[in-house]
Nanobody, 121 residues
Framework: QLQLVESGGGLVQPGGSLRLSCAAS????????TGWFRQAPGKERERVSC????????EYAGSVKGRFTISRDNAKNTVYLQMNSLKPEDTAVYYC??????????????WGQGTQVTVSS
């Protein structure tokens, strides 16, 4: 059974950092492009970042470019999102998603349950 589990969320002050993890089980993540999305209350889901199956290609939303870094360790079947210089507007539930593809796709079939990130003083 294909499963994605996010972790690493929490409460952080503005300017702080967090690292989210997305651990996959039931399948080999190195066959899958993986993305991070977020959804704040009352807002539409936003695509934050994506990484190709080998990690050779990454994409970022303009709102996080230069502050967030996506990476993967296929040996650990895990994808990460390092978030630096966090702002209150980064507050959201963050989800990881995977799609059987070498490149970042438009749509993803498999989703995790999400982890809450709150940026507040």
């Amino acid at each position: 059974q294909l499963q994605l589990v996010e972790s690493g969320g929490g409460l952080v002050q503005p300017g702080g950092s967090l690292r989210l993890s997305c651990a996959a089980s039931g399948f080999a993540l190195d066959d899958y492009a993986t993305g991070w999305f977020r959804q704040a209350p009352g807002k539409e889901r936003e695509r934050v970042s994506c990484i190709s199956n080998t990690g050779g290609r990454t994409e970022y939303a303009g709102s996080v470019k230069g502050r967030f870094t996506i990476s993967r360790d296929n040996a650990k079947n895990t994808v990460y999102l390092q978030m630096n210089s966090l702002k209150p507007e980064d507050t959201a539930v963050y989800y990881c998603a995977a799609q059987y593809s070498s490149r970042c796709p438009r749509y993803f079939d498999s989703w995790g349950q999400g982890t809450q990130v709150t940026v507040s003083s």
